[in-house]
């Protein structure tokens, strides 16, 4: 039987886009979010620039020094391919304006040469079966959950009209640096109890081009089109660990948006109950939404410990 410390993973259950702006921050609002299981597969390659291989030889002909580097990776290209046509989906993921009826309905998408399709992007989640795990949460499931926090906006690819399905598929999206998930705007995995659905554990990292794991919570139902993406409430700052870069507890805290806001927090802000006790040394700092900030032993001061 497979652990959840190594599952198999079988299957696409479900797939969720979610709308983000330019700098990969959620877009909270009507039409942002929608679930569905009308898809036929998502192609994932690594974009990787290869190592270049350094190579020093003697006057001998023998080679007396060699370092055959490192391959960097870049990010993942992805191409996800379509059963059902999905116009509200389409649009988020292309940044092409959808096709609407008199009543303002969406019915329809199309692709147009003069859109700018930088300033739009999407994060995708998938839920994955595990097969050989043993549901653990009362009527949830065994899933594999993998993200992708920040993808570039792709474009319709080549489709052929036939006597056939015609298959509609999204190309040219790449992941990128630089995602604003944080914790993420859903509950897709357990908490501490292993059983309530909660954000993720942790902050993603600006960086983090892919996230999986397991999870025993069962993925959402599919939606009928584009719906609303609600905010959460924030998860409040319980304290603080000094480092280069530290860290507010817990993990998945929500980050304070300013220096004024980590000031002002009743926890760890200048008159907090769980504030520094001591001045922090050189290079240490924490993340805020907008900056970082150290604290100087009396007060949180912009940037990094001098």
């Known amino acids: 039987m497979a652990s959840k410390s190594a599952f198999p993973l079988i299957k696409g259950r479900k797939m969720r886009v979610t709308r983000l702006d330019g700098c990969g921050n959620p877009m909270y609002g009507a039409g942002s979010s929608a679930v569905t299981d009308g898809f036929v597969s998502v192609a994932a390659t690594a974009q990787v620039t290869e190592a270049t291989a350094i190579e020093v030889t003697n006057a001998?002909?023998?080679?007396c020094a060699r370092d055959p580097g490192s391959p960097e990776f870049n990010g993942y290209s992805l191409v996800v391919t379509f059963c059902d046509v999905q116009p509200c989906i389409f649009e988020m993921m292309t940044g092409q304006p959808p096709v609407v009826d008199a009543s303002g309905a969406t019915v329809g998408f199309k692709m147009n040469s003069s859109i700018d399709q930088s300033a739009q992007a999407f994060a995708l989640e998938i839920w994955a079966g595990v097969p050989g795990?043993?549901?653990?949460?009362?009527?949830?499931?065994?899933?594999?959950?993998?993200?992708?926090?920040?993808?570039?906006?792709?474009?319709?690819?080549?489709?052929?009209v036939e006597n056939a399905a015609i298959n509609f598929a999204?190309?040219?999206a790449m992941t990128k640096d630089g995602n604003n998930w944080g914790a993420g705007p859903y509950k897709p995995?357990?908490?501490?109890?292993?059983?309530?659905?909660t954000q993720l554990p942790e902050l993603l990292d600006g960086d983090d081009h892919l996230y999986v794991v397991y999870t025993p919570i069962n993925p959402?139902?599919?939606t009928d089109g584009c719906v609303e993406l609600v905010a959460l409430p924030p998860i409040k700052i319980t304290g603080v660990t000094a480092g280069a870069p530290g860290s507010f507890l817990p993990k998945n805290a929500t980050l304070p948006a300013t220096l004024v806001a980590l000031k002002a927090d009743t926890v760890v802000g200048d008159a907090g109950t769980h504030k520094p006790t001591t001045a922090w040394t050189t290079g240490q700092n924490v993340k805020l939404v907008t900056g970082t900030a150290f604290w100087n032993g009396t007060t949180w001061t912009t940037g990094m410990a001098p």
């Open 60 to 63: 001998n002909g023998k080679i």
């Open 133 to 160: 795990v043993a549901c653990d949460v009362a009527g949830g499931g065994s899933y594999g959950y993998i993200l992708f926090p920040y993808i570039s906006s792709g474009t319709i690819g080549d489709f052929t």
């Open 170 to 172: 999204v190309n040219g």
């Open 189 to 197: 995995v357990p908490g501490a109890d292993g059983s309530t659905p």
């Open 220 to 222: 959402p139902d599919a």
